[in-house]
């Protein structure tokens, strides 16, 4: 039996003050969308995302699985249905794109408390520090003594009594398929003609069906509705990517001042100093240390390489083992060859620096001509000297030596020296002549 995953992203970003779909504000580097998505892969056979109208730019975030769009939007159960050719034959689970840190571990708790509990319906509930305007999950005992739902209340009808019960409703529901469609379709619009997917729970207790809650932290199953809400959720996530970072074996000096993706990759006995932002798609080698104050993206760092701090590695960098990339130096689309250096105030952009090579200060490739970008290639244990301007496309052959203050235009053969600044020119007494003239009064 197919089990299948239902994404409600039609949401717009009003109350974020955004014309950015709400799903797709980014957390850890990546849309929340996409981060449901990664949780429900690993629970469900089936995802399907329901976005609105114009959302291309979310269909993409949302491939390969399949979109289905919701032309109106007249509410949360009316948006389920939308999708409901792809519900399958197993259970449906219905959730919330703004809800993007349930881990898999809750999807899967509440798939086997479903069927587990021989439940008509299972949904997800949490016990907030401040549970607010939340709908309140009422259970036989209305204290949390029992998981069987009797009623959700929400907030606007609650007496006093239930406004005083701690289980809050997260809107997650998950049903059999052919279960799930009949509820759907008997919901019935609110005043304000909208369909409520919360409705859903009413229809099962009045065929004297079983609903159970399922509890979750709070911090995974909170919506994000607004810019607050979403750096309060920002928190939670870097806290638990350094922690698993941690746990596998790196070393954070300051976890709180290190800010990671979703996707960094830190292997066993890499050390992380102070204020260090790692960007998407980046992965760094055992034994190497990011040393404070620098930014990656996109790049690679090998094992024992020493970066930062003050650096900055772009898309496409490659840091191969034991190089030193140092302060103020800046790489993109470069590979930096084993035991290379670039230790000071240095641009290499679309580079190969091969293995052993020094990098003077102040080197700058310049690779971009007005129209397209072109590459340089410094060979291996060649010496660049301070201030060097490499001006791209050129080759520097293995073991060559750039003289410092060079404007280097041409390819430089194996084991030569290059000079390409202008002669120096000395004139006796002329600085004692220049500094009388300026002193004599005007």
Wanted: aromatic residues 4%; charged residues 20%.
């Amino acid at each position: 039996m197919t089990t299948t995953a239902v994404l409600l992203a039609a949401g717009l970003g009003t109350r974020m003050k955004s014309v950015l779909p709400k799903a797709l504000h980014p957390l850890a580097g990546r849309p929340m969308l996409q981060h449901l998505i990664a949780s429900c892969t690993g629970v469900f056979d089936r995802v399907v995302v329901v976005a609105g109208p114009g959302m291309e730019a979310l269909a993409r975030a949302a491939a390969p699985h399949p979109v289905v769009v919701q032309e109106e939007r007249l509410g949360t159960a009316h948006a389920a249905l939308q999708a409901a050719e792809q519900f399958g034959d197993g259970d449906v689970a219905v959730l919330y794109a703004d809800n993007p840190l349930i881990r898999p571990e809750t999807l899967r708790r509440l798939v086997e408390r479903r069927r587990g509990m021989d439940a008509a319906l299972a949904l997800l509930a949490m016990r907030p520090a401040d549970p607010g305007r939340y709908g309140r999950v009422l259970t036989q005992n209305c204290d949390g003594g029992s998981d069987e739902v009797e009623r959700i209340v929400e907030w606007a009808d609650a007496t006093e009594a239930e406004r005083a019960v701690g289980l809050c409703n997260a809107g997650v529901l998950c049903a059999p398929a052919v279960d799930m469609l009949r509820w759907l379709r008997g919901v019935q619009p609110s005043a304000a003609g909208e369909f409520y997917l919360t409705d859903c729970v009413a229809l099962v207790r009045a065929e004297d069906k079983r609903v159970v809650a399922v509890e979750a932290p709070a911090e995974e199953l909170r919506g994000i509705n607004s810019r607050a809400e979403l750096a309060e959720a920002e928190a939670t996530l870097q806290g638990w990517l350094r922690r698993a970072a941690m746990d596998g074996g790196a070393t954070l000096t300051a976890p709180d001042t290190v800010f990671l993706s979703a996707d960094t990759a830190l292997s066993p006995d890499v050390v992380v100093q102070p204020h260090v932002v790692f960007g998407p798609g980046v992965s760094v080698a055992s034994g190497a240390e990011i040393r404070a104050f620098s930014h990656l993206e996109g790049c690679e760092v090998g094992p024992g390489a020493l970066i930062g701090p003050y650096a900055r590695l772009r898309p496409g960098t490659v840091v191969a083992a034991g190089a030193h990339v140092g302060n103020f130096v800046e790489l993109k689309a470069t590979l930096l060859g084993a035991g290379a250096k670039a230790n000071h105030l240095s641009y290499l952009g679309d580079s190969t620096v091969g293995p052993g090579t020094n990098i003077g200060a102040g080197t700058i490739t310049c690779n971009y001509d007005g129209f397209a970008k072109h590459r340089t290639a410094i060979g291996a244990g060649v010496f660049v000297g301070t201030s060097a301007v490499l001006v791209a496309p050129i080759k520097l052959g293995n073991g060559s030596f750039v003289a410092a203050g060079s404007v280097v235009t041409a390819d430089v053969a194996p084991d030569a020296m290059a000079f390409g600044r202008a002669q120096q020119v000395e004139k006796p007494g002329r600085a004692a002549a220049f500094r009388a003239a300026r002193s004599k009064p005007r």
